[in-house]
Each structure stands twice: as C-alpha cells, then as structure tokens.
C-alpha cells in the first residue's frame, strides 16, 4: 500500500514547475524564423515579378493564302467573289526561368549590414542568452535597415492604434478586414498592422562580369 501512495505522488505533475515565460534564447529564435519567413516570401515575389516582367515572343507573321485568279467565263455564268478569311494570328507565350540574382544582391546585402549568414550559421549553443541577445540586436538592426531601404514600405501611413474609415470599392487585396462585418462599405475600425508591400526593389546595379553567387567574399589577412 505504500509503494502504491508512492508511486501515484510520484506521478503527479507540479503546474508551478512549468515555464511560463519566455527567456532570450526563445526570442531569438522566434525571430530568426520570422526573418526566414520573410526571405522566402520575398524569394517567391522576386521569381514572380520576374515572370510577370517577360514580354511574351510571337510568331512571325503569316502571309494570307492568295486565291488563284478566277478563269474567264461567260457573263451569265460567273459566279460572285469569294472573300478568303485572313488567318488568325497565334501569339506564344515563352515562360522563362526566373535569373536569382535579385535574392542573391538582397543576401549580399543582408550579409555586409547584419553579418545575417554569419549568425544563421553559427551554432549558438555554447552561448550565453545574453551573448544571442546583444548579438541578435545587431542582426535585427541591419536587417532593418536593408529592407526597408530597398524593398519594404507599409500599406497604411496612420500610425496603428488610429481609427480610420475603409471608403466603398476599397483595396481587399491590400487591407483586410476582421471583427463584427455588417453590410457594405465604408467601415471604421481601428488599424491593428500597418501592413507591408514591395513597391521597388532598389537593388545596386550589377557590372558586367560581376558572379552574384559570391555573397561575401572570404577574407585573408596578411
């Protein structure tokens, strides 16, 4: 009967042993998965835009098919003109594969203002929380700074937390609404994120000869 009382409070679960908060080395992380998501959708609209961006090629153009000049004939007897349909001009459209070297510029820029390779590539491990912590402050400054100076800019210009009005025939593509929707626009509501679009990709220019492939350079010191 002892053993039995023994074994039962040894199963049961202490609820104030469970962490309730988040340390540092979590944060990180989180994001750090938030910054991948955001290569990879920006990865995805760079392939995209590349393929909107192609002019589709069209056939040559193609002479109409001549009818034979009519033979002679009695007046009586000559049948009228027969118009020949021109025939329709096919257009092919030629899908490309989109070239990477945007989203290799935008790693390249990532790498030289955050060392953001650099800290995805390093096993944190052996590091303190607050080693990751001032460390992940650097990435996410110059991650910042790179895309918001060359892709990103908001959707809405009112700080959030404001209250705005939606006009009839708004944007859906662009702001989405949520809460209590009764009947049709124009709504009010309080913006809750400003949102985010690539309006231009203001990349650096590329020299010829110039391999996009090579993110950062290795470096020797003499």
């Not at 938030?34 to 392939?47: K, R």
Request: hydrophobic share 40%; aromatic share 4%; with cysteine.
């Amino acid at each position: 009967m002892f053993n039995v009382q023994h074994e039962t409070e040894m199963l049961q679960i202490n609820p104030y042993l469970i962490p309730t908060t988040l340390d540092m080395a979590h944060l990180t992380l989180l994001g750090l998965v938030i910054l991948l998501l955001i290569l990879q959708v920006m990865l995805l609209s760079f392939m995209l835009m590349g393929l909107l961006r192609r002019k589709p090629e069209t056939t040559p153009t193609q002479r109409p098919v001549q009818e034979p000049a009519p033979r002679p004939a009695e007046p009586a007897r000559t049948p009228p003109p027969v118009r020949v349909a021109e025939p329709v001009r096919k257009e092919t459209v030629v899908v490309r594969e989109a070239t990477p070297d945007a989203a290799l510029q935008l790693l390249g820029l990532m790498q030289k203002e955050a060392r953001f390779l650099d800290f995805v590539s390093e096993n944190i491990g052996s590091y303190s929380d607050a080693d990751i912590g001032a460390a992940a402050r650097v990435v996410h400054d110059g991650c910042r700074k790179v895309i918001h100076d060359h892709v990103l800019e908001p959707v809405r210009s009112e700080p959030e937390g404001n209250r705005l009005t939606l006009p009839k025939g708004y944007d859906a593509a662009s702001i989405r609404v949520s809460g209590n929707i009764v009947g049709e626009a124009p709504f009010t509501g309080t913006l809750i994120h400003r949102g985010w679009k690539a309006t231009e990709t203001r990349l650096p220019k590329i020299a010829e000869g110039h391999n996009v492939s090579i993110i950062a350079q290795a470096e020797v010191e003499l």
